[in-house]
């Protein structure tokens, strides 16, 4: 038996918003949707056009308050062909939360507040 990786989910607040920030930040698109036929739900998945990973955004139509990340010691990583270009590019948007300068790595926010994890390719 062999398990892969398949994807990563995230629950967010405003579907328009986040997908703006991913395609912003760091290129993800949208490879698939569903939704629900009630219109309770809708899932989008984001690809990098690379990999099979993929990150699932989930929209609840009900859902109106920010959901509790506890204390945000989860993480997605993304790894980065041009650091030195990403980090710029994210210091413009204003979303870089923490620098660890002597790993070499940072972690930017969506706007839900979910960690991300940039990584230099080594």
């Excluded at 062999?2 to 920030?21: A, E, G, P, R």
């Excluded at 210091?91 to 991300?116: A, H, L, R």
Aim: some cysteine.
């Amino acid at each position: 038996m062999k398990f892969t990786y398949n994807h990563f989910n995230f629950n967010i607040l405003d579907l328009q918003k986040s997908m703006d920030f991913y395609k912003e930040a760091l290129g993800l698109i949208e490879v698939r949707r569903k939704e629900a036929e009630d219109g309770s739900f809708k899932l989008v998945y984001l690809g990098d056009n690379t990999t099979d990973f993929l990150l699932e955004l989930t929209w609840m139509k009900d859902r109106a308050k920010p959901y509790d990340l506890g204390e945000e010691e989860f993480h997605l990583a993304m790894k980065v062909d041009n650091y030195d270009e990403a980090f710029k590019k994210h210091e413009q948007m204003k979303c870089i939360e923490f620098v660890n300068e002597s790993m070499g790595i940072y972690f930017i926010t969506d706007p839900d507040g979910y960690w991300i994890e940039i990584v230099p390719t080594r």
